[in-house]
C-alpha cells in the first residue's frame, strides 16, 4: 500500500523556515502581547526603541499562518518606527514577515517578491547576517511555494555557503536541514542523507537537543522510505524521548504517525495503531488538519490489515472528508486507495472503481510532477556545481601570476591533447575489438540455432519413418509373406484388400506430407503464385478425398461462392485443403457432414473446413500448428493414424502465401478451420 507525507513534510518545513531566528520561536502570542504592554508601561520612549520594535515583529511573526490584516498592520508599523530611528535590521524582519505571510494565506506573489527584496537590501546594507538568513530562507520557501525547485536549491546553497563563510555554525544546522528536507519531499532519500548527517553532526556538537530530535525524526521517516526499518526505530525511539522532555506536542505527533507507518510497513497493524493513538494524544493540542488527516490515513490502513473492513471504511471516509476540505493532494490519494481496498473486498466493484479513478488521477499528476521536478533539481545542482567551480577557477585565476598561468595553460592543453588521444586511439581499438567479438558472437549463436534446428528436424524425420512409415509397411509385407507361403488363400487375401488400401493411402498421405515438409525444411518453398478459382480448385481436391468420405458415409459440400479468386501457388493451396479436409474426415464420426465455405475480408478470402466431428479440448487445440508440438495425432474415429506433420506444413504453406490460419472448437462440437489467401489480382 503505498502512501504519502510530502505535504505533510512541507509544513514542517515551514517550520524550519521560521526556526532560523531565535526568537521567532520564542512564546506564545499572549505572552508576546504580555511583553508588549509591559514594555509601553515602562518606557515612555518606546517608539524609538529597538527592543519594542523587535516585539511587535515576532508578534507578527506569531500571526502569520492565521491573519494577514494584523501581520500587515503590526508589520508597517515596525517598518514605520524603524524608519523614525534607521533602524534597518527592523525594517528588514518586518518586510521578511510580510513577505512570508502574503505568500502563505494571501499568495500575493508579487508583493511577496518585493517584499523579501527589500529585507535581502537592508539587511546587506548593515551586514544584518542572521536576518539575511532569515531573508535567504524565505525567499527560498516562496520558490518553494511557486514550485521553482531549482531555484530553492541554488538560494540555500547559497546561504549554506555564506553561513560557513560566517562559522554560523547553528545557521549551517538549519540550513542543513532544510536542504536535506527539500530532496526528502522531492523523494531523492540519497541526496538527502548527506545533509541530515552534516546537521545532525553540528547539532550534537552545539548540544542542541530540539535539532538532534527535529533531524532524527525526519531520519527515522527517510530510513522508513528506504524500508531500513531497525535503523528507523533507533531514530524514531530517539527523537521521541526528546520531543517528550521538550513538551514538543507537534514533533511528538510526526514521530508517532511515522512509527505507525513503520509497522504497517512491516505487517504489524497492531503495534502501527497503538502508535497512531499516541500520535492522536498529541494532537488533541493542536489544530492541524492535514495531520489529522494522515493520521486517520494510518489508523485505516492499519484497520485494514486486521481485516476489520467497517472501522477501516469509517476512518477513511472521515479522513477524505479533512483531505478534500483541505484541497490535500496526497491524503486525498492515500485515502482514495484505502477505500478502492476495501470496497475491493467488498466486491462493490463500481465504488471501488469510482475509488480508484480518483487515486490514479492524483498519483499520475504527482508523479509527473516528481519526474518534472528531479529534472529541473538536476539542472540546478548542475548548474550550481558549475557556478562553484567557476568561481574557484576565477579566484586561483586571480591569484596565480600570468607565467605560471600561461605555463600551466600551455601544459593542461598538452596534457589534454596527450590524454584525448591516448583516450580516441584506445577507445577506436576497443570499439574494433568489440564489433569483432559482437560479429564472433552473433555468427557463433546463429550456427547453433542452426545446428539445433537441424537437429530437431533430424529427429522429426526419424520419429515419422520409424513410427509411421515402418508400421504399415512391415503389416503389408508379413501379409505378402503369409500368400508367399501359403499360409492365407487368395480368396482370404480379399478380405483384408479394404484394410490394405487404408494404410496404403495413410501411408501415401503421409509420404506426400514428409517429402513437402523435407523440401521446405532444406530449400524452403519456392512460390509460383498465379490467380485460382478457389470453388473449382476445391472441388479437386475433394473428389481425390470422395473415396475416404464415402467409406464413412461422410457427406462434403462444398459452400465456396464461384467468384473467389485468389493469387497463391497452386500446388501449395491444393496440399493445404487436402490436409485439412483429410484432417476433418479423419476426425469425423460416420453419417457426419464436413462443408467447406469462404467470406470476402480485408482482401482475403478466408476460406473455412467445417465439421460436426469430435472436436478437441482446449489444451490440445493450444498446440495446434506449433513446432515443438505438431508432430502428434490422436487416432481417428475409425481409429485412423496421423503425424500431426500435415498442420504443420499447412502453416509453414498459408504463412508463405501470405495469410494465416487458425481454427475454432468445443469438444464434442466438432471443429471450423480457417486460413486466408490474397484475392486475386
Known sequence: MNYNFK???????????????????????????????????????????????????????????????????????????????????????AHIALAFSSTITSNQTKVSHEHIDKAIKLSKEVAADSTLLSAYNVKAMMQMHAGNHENAYKIYQEALEFSKNKKD???EIKLNTNLATLFLLLGDTKEAVPYYE???????????????????????????????????????????????????????????????????????????????????????????????????????????????????????????????????????????????????????????????????????????????????????????????????????????????????????????????????????????????????ATTLEESKQKLTYANETQEKLFSIISHDLRSPINALMNLLLLIKNGDIKPDDFLNFVPKLYNDVDAMSFTLNNLLNWSKSQMNGF??????????????????????????????????????????????????????????????????????LDATLKNKHWQITIQDNGVGMSPEVKNKLFKPDSSLQSAYGTNKEKGTGLGLLLCKEMVENNGGTIGVETKEGEGATFYFTVPVGE
Open 526 to 595: 519456392v512460390n509460383k503464385p498465379e490467380n485460382l478459382n478457389v470453388q473449382t480448385s476445391v472441388n479437386d481436391s475433394i473428389h481425390l478425398l470422395q473415396e475416404n468420405a464415402n467409406q464413412k458415409n461422410i457427406i462434403v459440400r462444398n459452400n465456396i461462392p464461384e467468384v473467389a479468386e485468389i493469387y497463391c501457388d497452386r500446388n501449395q493451396f491444393n496440399l493445404i485443403v487436402r490436409n485439412l479436409l483429410n484432417n476433418s474426415i479423419k476426425f469425423t464420426p460416420t453419417g457426419g457432414e464436413i462443408i
Open 169 to 171: 555554525l547553528l545557521s
Open 198 to 440: 552534516n546537521s545532525l553532526k553540528l547539532s550534537e556538537a552545539l548540544n542542541k537537543k530540539h535539532w538532534i530530535g527535529v533531524i532524527k525524526s525526519n531520519l527515522g521517516y527517510l530510513n522508513v522510505k528506504n524500508k531500513n526499518f531497525d535503523k528507523a526505530l533507533e531514530f524514531l525511539d530517539q527523537s521521541i524521548v526528546i520531543f517528550k522532555e521538550q513538551e514538543k506536542e507537534e514533533w511528538l505527533s510526526f514521530a508517532y504517525i511515522t512509527k505507525g507507518e513503520l509497522y504497517l510497513e512491516k505487517k504489524n497493524p497492531k503495534e502501527a495503531l497503538k502508535y497512531f493513538e499516541l500520535s492522536e494524544e498529541s494532537h488533541k493540542k493542536l489544530q492541524d488538519q492535514i495531520r489529522k488527516a494522515d493520521l486517520l490515513s494510518g489508523k485505516a490502513k492499519s484497520y485494514l490489515q486486521l481485516r476489520d473492513y467497517t472501522s477501516a471504511e469509517d476512518l477513511a471516509l472521515k479522513g477524505l472528508k479533512i483531505a478534500e476540505k483541505q484541497k490535500y493532494q496526497a491524503g486525498i490519494a492515500t485515502l482514495s486507495e484505502i477505500l478502492y481496498l476495501i470496497n475491493k473486498k467488498k466486491n462493490n466493484t463500481p465504488l471501488a472503481l469510482n475509488y480508484y479513478e480518483n487515486f490514479k488521477t492524483i498519483t499520475d499528476s504527482t508523479a509527473l510532477k516528481d519526474k518534472k521536478n528531479a529534472l529541473l533539481m538536476l539542472k540546478a545542482k548542475t548548474s550550481f556545481k558549475l557556478e562553484q567551480e567557476e568561481l574557484k577557477k576565477e579566484t586561483n585565476t586571480a591569484l596565480a601570476q600570468q607565467k605560471t598561468y600561461i605555463i600551466f595553460s600551455l601544459f593542461a592543453v598538452f596534457l589534454a591533447v596527450l590524454i584525448s588521444f591516448y583516450v580516441y586511439k584506445n577507445n577506436k581499438l576497443i570499439q574494433k575489438l568489440n564489433n569483432q567479438l559482437e560479429q564472433k
Open 7 to 93: 505535504p505533510f513534510l512541507f509544513l514542517i518545513f515551514i517550520i524550519y523556515l521560521l526556526s532560523i531566528s531565535n526568537t521567532y520561536a520564542q512564546g506564545k502570542k499572549q505572552v508576546i502581547l504580555s511583553e508588549v504592554e509591559e514594555y509601553k508601561l515602562n518606557h515612555t520612549s518606546f517608539q524609538k526603541d529597538t527592543v519594542y520594535i523587535n516585539l511587535i515583529n515576532e508578534l507578527a511573526w506569531e500571526l502569520v499562518y492565521s491573519n494577514y490584516d494584523s501581520v500587515s498592520s503590526l508589520s508597517h508599523k515596525a517598518i514605520k518606527l524603524s524608519k523614525v530611528i534607521n533602524y534597518k535590521r527592523g525594517q528588514a524582519k
